[in-house]
């Protein structure tokens, strides 16, 4: 196997990476509202809570300090080092790329950051962690 095969496919494990932080963040806030109307009991622990607000406080912080996502620049760099064209690699990088990056004004990330920030931190609020309600 070829070293710029090497580097694509750990781009390409990066990516995943990334696309799996992005559902944690999404479809934890999901859960974590469902669940509390529900009565689940698991979104109130702690180890999950605080890993989602804080995944979520990274990227707002990022965002207004106008920083770029690392897994975003290893991903880059990684690909520039298999002499591939960002994004331009396999089937899957093609598609979580799509799904993941798009072409906006960086305000319009800074606000949909912020807002959902402040949606994680009223489902804090409303369904803190810790027990259970039941």
């Not at 494990?13 to 999901?30: K, M, N």
């Not at 859960?31 to 689940?40: D, E, H, I, K, Y």
Request: proline share 4%.
């Amino acid at each position: 196997m070829s070293q710029d095969a090497i580097f694509r496919i750990i781009a390409d494990l990066l990516l995943v990476l990334h696309a799996a932080f992005v559902a944690f963040v999404v479809l934890g806030l999901v859960l974590v509202v469902c669940g509390g109307f529900r009565g689940w009991a698991w979104i109130r622990n702690p180890w999950f809570r605080f890993g989602h607000v804080a995944a979520i406080g990274v990227v707002t912080v990022q965002a207004w300090l106008g920083r770029i996502c690392p897994l975003t620049i290893w991903e880059m760099s990684l690909r520039e080092r298999a002499a591939d064209t960002t994004y331009g690699g396999t089937f899957m990088a093609h598609w979580l790329h799509e799904l993941l990056y798009y072409d906006m004004p960086p305000w319009v990330f800074v606000a949909a950051y912020t807002l959902f920030g402040l949606a994680v931190l009223g489902a804090w609020i409303k369904f803190p962690p810790g027990a259970s309600e039941r």
